[in-house]
């Protein structure tokens, strides 16, 4: 029976500044970022194979896989994402099975594609035998993310996978970023977790067609995207500022200005099914901000104290999936776990094969 590399890396919440981490904005006036991971989960497991045992993906939320001879003989057209890992990590002619799944649902806004793509990296270098620092990781999954791949968008949700906890990632005009993690006092953290509620309205969205609306968009004369991600990059000021402040009034009104600043962006970034969900809950709540790049996904609320049961109780009524908060401090983790047995591997090829 072979050893199994497996790892997990948690998924963000970006309450302020997201979208200003991503060129050409980032390069040319420098972003600001302020996420936080939260507990739940990406995971990949990778199992070295025999010589000639082929390579075979598995993907369990999408029930979909691909196996070949070889990583060069992958059908390209088929989980794209995951191959583009194995093509710039892993020999071309090693075999292997690669193995993934994920707590939430895809294209949710919390970055499940760069918390998968980091738990891909972990599990890869585990079985390899290769060393590699968090913030390492997240540079090489997103690099393979956004330039072998070509995807848009920039790499705060990497980041937040990799490092874990409260952060502020800087992005420096002219190239370069700088992330720190935010010293939140614990009773600010314990509030804030008390009354964050993630709702998730069923409604998707494609953050690489979003990034795409918002680059062309930014190109234009007198656009008013630039203007709304500087909004975006000062309220990650002010909220990296109150958070460490332990002010969540602050926080507060820095991620109402994030949201507003996010749907000036494009008109791709806003969601009837959003702005109905924050209207039903209104009375109930301090601040809201849709996820990622918006235009669908899960919103982010901070409650009122004492009316997250509320919260939770409209959204429901309205058919929403409602999850609770917590943090996760630990960010990319790796370990090793049994083998498959051979009728468990060949049961993934068949699942796999066209």
């Not at 963000?12 to 989960?41: K, L, W």
């Not at 002619?93 to 970055?111: I, N």
């Not at 500022?241 to 600043?261: I, K, P, Q």
Request: some cysteine; glycine content about 12%.
């Amino acid at each position: 029976m072979t050893r199994r590399a497996c790892a997990r890396a948690p998924v963000r919440v970006d309450p302020a500044g997201g979208g200003t981490d991503a060129p050409p904005f980032s390069i040319e006036h420098g972003g600001m970022v302020v996420n936080f991971a939260v507990a739940r989960h990406s995971y990949a497991s990778v199992e070295r194979l025999p010589a000639g045992s082929g390579v075979t993906i598995w993907a369990h939320d999408l029930q979909t896989g691909v196996t070949g001879d070889s990583i060069e003989t992958l059908p390209p057209d088929r989980l794209e994402f995951l191959q583009g890992f194995l093509r710039r990590m892993v020999p071309p002619k090693d075999s292997l099975l690669l193995v993934t799944e994920s707590d939430v649902p895809p294209s949710a806004g919390l970055g499940g594609s760069g918390a998968l793509g980091v738990a891909v990296v972990a599990a890869i270098d585990r079985a390899y035998g290769t060393d590699r620092s968090p913030e390492e990781t997240a540079r090489l999954a997103n690099e393979i993310e956004r330039i072998d791949l070509g995807y848009a968008g920039g790499d705060q949700d990497s980041y937040g996978a990799a490092v874990g906890g409260f952060k502020e990632m800087e992005y420096i005009q002219g190239g370069g970023m700088k992330v720190r993690q935010l010293n939140v006092p614990d009773d600010a953290r314990l509030q804030l977790e008390q009354n964050s509620l993630l709702v998730y309205t069923g409604e998707a969205h494609v953050s690489s067609d979003i990034h795409e609306d918002i680059k062309t968009s930014y190109a234009l004369v007198d656009s008013p995207t630039v203007a709304a991600m500087m909004d975006l990059r000062e309220a990650a000021r002010r909220m990296s500022a109150g958070l460490e402040a332990g002010d969540l009034a602050v926080f507060a009104e820095a991620m109402n200005t994030s949201c507003d600043a996010l749907y000036g962006l494009h008109s791709s970034c806003d969601s009837d099914a959003h702005r109905r969900m924050c209207s039903a809950l209104d009375e109930f709540i301090l601040a809201r901000k849709t996820c990622g790049a918006g235009g669908g996904g899960f919103i982010y609320f901070l409650t009122k104290p004492g009316h997250r049961r509320e919260c939770v109780r409209v959204a429901a009524q309205d058919g929403a999936l409602v999850w609770p908060l917590s943090i996760d401090f630990a960010g990319v983790k790796s370990w090793d776990g049994p083998g498959s047995s051979d009728d468990e591997i060949a049961r993934y090829r068949q699942l796999a094969s066209p």
